[in-house]
Nanobody, 127 residues
Framework: QVQLVESGGGSVQAGGSLRLSCVFSGYTYSNYGLGWFRQAPGKEREGVAVINRDGTTTYALSVKGRFTTSQDNAQNILYLQMNSLKPEDSAMYYC?????????????????????WGQGTQVTVSS
C-alpha cells in the first residue's frame, strides 16, 4: 500500500535549478523515512540524499552544498531542491522509503536499505 510518486523533473542548463517532489501515501512519516536516489543510463543507482531519524540529511559528496531536502508533512511531500546543476547530475531520480526503526541515525546512501520506490522523474542538465 505504500506509494511514492515523483514529479518536477525536466531539462535545465548547467548552473540552473530544479525542484523535485515526492508525494507519499500508505504509511506515516513516523514509521518510514525518505531519501532520493538517481540512476543514469548504464550506471549504478546512486544515493543522493537521505533524511535520517534525527532529522538531519545525509548527502552524497557529489551533491553536497548544491542539493537540499525539505518536507511538507501535512501534505505528505518530500522535496529535493537542486541548485548549480551540472551535466553529470542528469539521471532518473527516484524517491524511496526505509523503515525508521531499523537504523539510527539513518540507513546511509544504500539502496538495499530502502523498501519502497517511486517510478522516477527524469532530470536532464545540458552543458
Amino acid at each position: 500500500q505504500v506509494q511514492l510518486v515523483e514529479s518536477g523533473g525536466g531539462s535545465v542548463q548547467a548552473g540552473g535549478s530544479l525542484r523535485l517532489s515526492c508525494v507519499f501515501s500508505g504509511y506515516t512519516y513516523s514509521n518510514y523515512g525518505l531519501g532520493w536516489f538517481r540512476q543514469a543510463p548504464g550506471k549504478e543507482r546512486e544515493g543522493v540524499a537521505v533524511i535520517n531519524r534525527d532529522g538531519t540529511t545525509t548527502y552524497a559528496l557529489s551533491v553536497k552544498g548544491r542539493f537540499t531536502t525539505s518536507q511538507d508533512n501535512a501534505q505528505n511531500i518530500l522535496y529535493l531542491q537542486m541548485n548549480s546543476l551540472k551535466p553529470e547530475d542528469s539521471a532518473m531520480y527516484y524517491c524511496a522509503a526505509y523503515p525508521r526503526s531499523r537504523w539510527f541515525p539513518g540507513p546511509g546512501l544504500n539502496s538495499e536499505n530502502f523498501d519502497y520506490w517511486g517510478q522516477g522523474t527524469q532530470v536532464t542538465v545540458s552543458s
